[in-house]
């Protein structure tokens, strides 16, 4: 008797060391963005935003403007990462939606969806940035001419650029930036919003290269809940 209760002691003791010695997901969330200041760094959303993505996902998503030259600059960098970054990752690019410049640019990215060219989106950049040419106008009947004419000289014929541009699915996705463009407030572009609930950009990470970091682990902290 006297040996089964010792047993038992030993098994209940080794239980209680094992529940005490691991970390839970709060903790292992709080460990990874321990090296970054809330409020500071990254802001806590007020009203945080459902996300589109599986479970076990996590939805990080950048709000820009192909008219911004700081969302020309730091392109390359999100490229860059989204071709490594973990797979349980979802980037998700949201134009912002602030005026007539801004509606023009978003149907023009949308459209490149539509079309399933997304190595479109750097060439626009460069054609605003380098080029010069500012792809939007004083309507949207010389806008859609020449955004056509552009895309044009890049493969995409008339009939394509016509079925994408009138499509449902670029009517929806802007109904939606415009939408999120509201109720995330957004202020200033590029902006970096992680997981519907964490906001962030360059300025407040301290860099192209510290918000690249900042990113990987407000999703990880996201990934670890």
């Known amino acids: 008797m006297h040996r089964a209760t010792l047993l038992i002691a030993a098994l209940l003791a080794g239980s209680w060391t094992l529940n ?6 709060e903790s292992a969330a709080a460990a990874t963005l321990s090296k970054w200041k809330a409020g500071t760094n990254y ?8 996300t589109g993505v599986a479970s076990g996902k996590v939805e990080v998503d950048e709000v820009f403007w192909y008219g911004c030259g700081h969302c020309y600059a730091l392109d390359p960098e999100l490229e860059s990462w989204k071709a490594g970054k973990a797979d349980y990752v979802e980037f998700v690019r949201i134009p912002v939606i602030w005026g007539q410049p801004q509606r023009q640019h ?4 949308y459209t490149i969806q539509a079309l399933h060219r997304p190595e479109l989106h750097s060439k626009i950049f460069d054609a605003i940035h380098q080029r010069g040419l500012p792809l939007a106008a004083q309507d949207e009947v010389q806008a859609r001419a020449l955004q056509f004419g552009f895309l044009s000289t890049l493969g995409v014929t008339e009939k394509e650029f016509d079925a994408a541009y009138d499509s449902m699915s670029v009517a929806s996705n802007m109904m939606r930036a415009e939408d999120l463009t509201r109720k995330l407030a957004v ?3 590029p902006a970096i ?8 950009s360059v300025s407040e990470a301290g860099g192209p290269a510290e918000l690249i970091s900042l990113i990987n682990d407000l999703a990880a902290s996201e990934k670890n809940r």
């Open 187 to 189: 202020g200033s572009v």
């Open 43 to 50: 802001q806590l959303l007020s009203a945080p935003q459902p």
């Open 20 to 25: 005490a010695c691991a970390r839970s997901p």
């Open 193 to 200: 919003y992680v997981n519907g609930k964490y906001s962030t």
């Open 106 to 109: 978003a149907k023009l990215y």
